[in-house]
C-alpha cells in the first residue's frame, strides 16, 4: 500500500479506536493528558543502567491496553517511525561502554547492552503512552482540555481546523498520485517534469478552497475560535486517575519494586 | 529527523518545550496584532496539504531513490514566518499525536528543530534577503526572481536542515543518552542531511516556482519586488546577513572536521577520569537522584544502579541482586499478563450477559 494511503487508513483507525467506549475512553481528557506526561517524565528519567525498574513501568501501559481493549499490535506498528533514531543511537552503546555490569550466571552483559536495551524500552513505553492518549481521547475533547490549560485559542482553533482537513487532503493526494501511477506505470514516484505542478496544483486549489471556508465558517458564527458545546465535567474518578497514577508512577521511580519482589521469592527459595 | 522521548532527559525536553512555547507565543501575539482571522483557515488548509504533500515520493533523476519537500520553508514563503511556525506546530503535534511520529515529550525539541529553524532562520535570514537583494539586476524581474526562488529554497533547506540535525545531535548528547563521541555522532548526521537538504530545497523550489507562475501574489516578499517597491534592505546588509548564517553553520560543521572532537566531550560532561562512559551524561544523572532520594530509597537504588565502578563486585552478592531483579521482572511480567487475561475474561463475559 502506499504512504499516502496508508496514513488515511491509519488517521481513520485512529479516529474509530477513539470513538470506541471503555473506562479508559470516558476519563476526563485533561486527566489523561496529565498521567501520560507525568509517565513519560518518570519513565525517561530512569537511569540508564536500571533496567529493572524500568520493566516495572511496562505495568501501565499493559493495564490500559486491556482495560480500554485496544490491541497492541496497532501500536507496535507505528515504531517504525521513531524508533529507528533510537536504535541508531543505542546500537553504539555496546562499543564504547563494554565493562561488564551484569552477570547471569557466568555470563557478563556489558554496560553498553544494558543501556541499549534500556534506552529502546524507554522508546517503545513512552510511545505506547502517547498512543494510548491519542487511541482513547477524540480529537474535539482533547481540543477542549487543552483549551483548559489556557493553551492559546488561535493555536487549537488550528489544530482542530488542520486535523479536519488532513484527512480531505490526503485524500485528494491519493487520488491525485493514484492517477498518476496510471498514467506512468513502472514508475517509482514523480518525475521531475511535474515536481512544481503535481502539488502546486493542489495547492492552488486548497488556498481558494480555504477562503470559501472562511466565508462559510463566518455565515455559521465563526468569530475566531470554536465554542464547545459539552464540555465534559471532571468526577471523583478523573481526579483519582489524575492524582494517584502520577503517584505510583514516582513510587515506582524511587523503589525498585520488581527488584523488592525477586529479592522476596528468592529469599524464599533459599530457605527451602 | 523526529525525536523519540527517549532521546533526550526531562531538562532539556523542559527547556526545549520553553524556547519553542516563547517562539509560538511572539508568533501568536504577532498575528494577533495583524488581526487578519481570515488567515486561520488558510494557514490550516495550508498545514494539512504540507502535511499530505510531505508523503508525495518524488523521483530523483538518475538515481533510484525519491526525495520528499520540505515543509519549513514552503509554509514560511507562502504564509509568512509566525504562520508558518504556527502551521508546523499544529502538523508536528498531529504527527506525534496520531502517527506516533515524534514524541509527547520531545515536541519542544523537535517543534524547535523543524519549525523554528524552518521559518523563522529560513524566512528572516535567508528568503526575505535573497528574495529582496538586489541580485541579478541585469536580468528582467520574472527571470532574476524565479533564479531568486530556487536559491533561497536551496540554501534555506540546506540550512534549516543542518541546523536541525546539529540540534538533535547536541539535544541527544546533553540528555547523556549515547555513548557516541559528539564529533562522530555529528559526522553520522550531517553529512545526510546536506544531501536530504539539497534535494528537499530542489523539490520545493520547484513547487513555489510553480506556484510564482500562476499566483505570484501568495508568495511573502515576491509580490513588492514585482511592483517594484523600493527594497529596504540593501545588497550589502544581505551579503552581511549571508555571512552571518554562514558562519553559524561553518561553526556547527566545523565541529564535524575537529581533529578533538572529545575537547568538547569533557568540557560538556566534566572531567571524570576513569572510563569512557563515565562522562557521557551519567554523572549528571546520578547527581540528581542522589540528592533527592530519601535514605531507604537510596539503599535499594544503590543495588540497582549499575555503575561501571562497581563492575566487577564479589560476585555473589551481585548475581544474588541480579537474579533477584530477572525474577521479580518475570513476575511483574505475569502479573501484567494476568491482569490482561482478566480484563479480557470480564470483557469478553460482558456481550453474553447483556
Request: hydrophobic share 50%; glycine share 10%; with cysteine.
Amino acid at each position: 500500500m502506499d504512504k499516502i494511503n496508508r496514513a488515511a487508513l491509519e488517521l481513520r483507525e485512529m479516529d474509530d479506536l477513539a470513538a470506541r467506549q471503555s473506562p479508559v475512553h470516558s476519563l476526563h481528557p485533561l486527566a489523561k493528558l496529565v498521567t501520560t506526561i507525568a509517565y513519560i517524565l518518570v519513565t525517561v528519567s530512569f537511569g540508564k543502567y536500571d533496567l529493572s525498574g524500568l520493566l516495572t513501568m511496562a505495568l501501565y501501559p499493559i493495564i490500559l491496553f486491556s482495560v480500554s481493549g485496544i490491541s497492541m499490535r496497532t501500536c507496535f506498528y507505528k515504531l517504525r517511525y521513531v524508533l529507528p533514531l533510537v536504535c541508531a543511537v543505542g546500537l553504539f552503546n555496546p562499543f564504547f561502554d563494554k565493562a561488564p555490569i551484569l552477570y547471569i550466571g557466568k555470563l557478563g552483559a556489558s554496560g553498553g547492552v544494558i543501556s541499549m536495551i534500556t534506552l529502546m524500552l524507554k522508546g517503545v513505553l513512552c510511545l505506547q503512552a502517547s498512543f494510548l492518549l491519542a487511541a482513547t481521547t477524540q480529537m474535539d475533547a482533547l481540543c477542549a482540555a487543552l483549551r483548559k490549560i489556557r493553551v492559546p485559542g488561535m493555536l487549537v482553533t488550528m489544530l482542530l481546523l488542520t486535523y479536519r482537513y488532513i484527512s480531505v487532503m490526503v485524500d485528494e493526494v491519493s487520488v491525485m498520485t493514484t492517477a498518476y501511477k496510471l498514467r506512468a506505470p513502472g514508475q517509482k514516484g514523480i518525475h521531475i517534469s511535474a515536481w512544481g505542478s503535481f502539488l502546486g496544483q493542489l495547492l492552488l486549489r486548497s488556498m481558494d478552497r480555504a477562503d470559501e471556508l472562511y466565508v462559510s465558517m463566518q455565515l455559521r458564527g465563526f468569530a475566531g475560535e470554536f465554542q464547545y458545546a459539552d464540555v465534559k465535567r471532571a468526577e471523583v474518578r478523573d481526579w483519582l486517575f489524575a492524582i494517584l497514577l502520577p503517584a505510583a508512577f514516582i513510587l515506582l521511580r524511587y523503589c525498585n519494586v520488581a527488584e523488592l519482589l525477586g529479592q522476596l521469592l528468592s529469599r524464599g527459595t533459599g530457605a527451602i | 529527523m523526529h525525536m523519540a522521548d527517549a532521546l533526550l532527559a526531562p531538562a532539556v525536553a523542559a527547556t526545549m518545550y520553553v524556547a519553542s512555547g516563547t517562539a509560538a507565543g511572539v508568533s501568536i501575539a504577532k498575528l494577533r496584532k495583524d488581526d487578519n482571522p481570515q488567515k486561520l483557515p488558510t494557514m490550516a488548509v495550508a498545514a494539512a496539504l504540507v502535511f499530505a504533500g510531505q508523503m508525495i515520493n518524488y523521483t530523483i533523476p538518475g538515481t533510484g531513490s525519491s526525495g520528499h519537500m520540505c515543509g519549513g520553508m514552503l509554509l514560511s514563503a507562502l504564509l509568512g514566518p509566525y504562520a508558518g511556525f504556527l502551521s508546523m506546530i499544529v502538523i508536528l503535534a498531529i504527527q506525534c499525536l496520531f502517527f506516533a511520529d515524534g514524541g509527547l515529550m520531545a515536541l519542544g525539541a523537535n517543534i524547535w528543530n523543524m519549525a523554528f529553524y524552518g521559518c523563522f532562520v529560513g524566512y528572516f535570514l535567508i528568503w526575505r534577503p535573497i528574495i529582496r537583494g538586489g541580485w541579478f539586476r541585469n536580468m528582467e524581474t520574472k527571470a532574476a526572481l524565479r533564479l531568486k526562488i530556487i536559491i533561497a529554497s536551496v540554501i534555506g533547506c540546506i540550512v534549516t536542515l543542518q541546523l536541525g540535525a546539529f540540534s538533535v545531535v547536541l539535544e541527544t548528547s546533553l540528555s547523556g543518552i549515547t555513548e557516541l563521541p559528539f564529533g562522530a555522532f555529528c559526522a553520522l548526521m550531517q553529512p545526510i542531511h546536506l544531501a536530504i537538504g539539497l534535494v528537499e530545497g530542489l523539490i520545493t523550489s520547484a513547487v513555489l516556482i510553480f506556484v510564482f507562475e500562476s499566483r505570484p501574489e501568495l508568495l511573502q516578499d515576491v509580490d513588492s519586488v514585482e511592483k517594484g517597491i523600493p527594497n529596504k534592505r540593501s545588497l550589502k546588509t544581505t551579503v552581511i546577513i549571508l555571512a552571518a548564517v554562514a558562519v553559524v553553520v561553518g561553526g556547527g560543521l566545523s565541529l564535524l572536521a575537529s581533529s578533538n572532537p572529545d575537547g568538547l566531550e569533557w568540557a560538556l560532561f566534566g572531567n571524570a577520569e576513569e572510563g569512557y562512559s563515565e562522562n557521557m551524561g551519567l554523572d549528571e544523572e546520578n547527581f540528581g537522584k542522589e540528592s533527592t532520594v530519601a535514605d531507604k530509597a537510596a539503599s535499594v537504588q544503590e543495588k540497582t544502579s549499575f555503575l561501571p565502578d562497581y563492575a566487577f563486585p564479589e560476585s555473589e552478592s551481585a548475581v544474588g541482586t541480579t537474579v533477584s531483579g530477572i525474577v521479580g521482572g518475570i513476575m511483574v511480567a505475569g502479573v501484567a499478563l494476568l491482569i490482561c487475561f482478566l480484563c479480557g475474561f470480564f470483557r469478553k463475559k460482558k456481550p453474553k450477559t447483556a
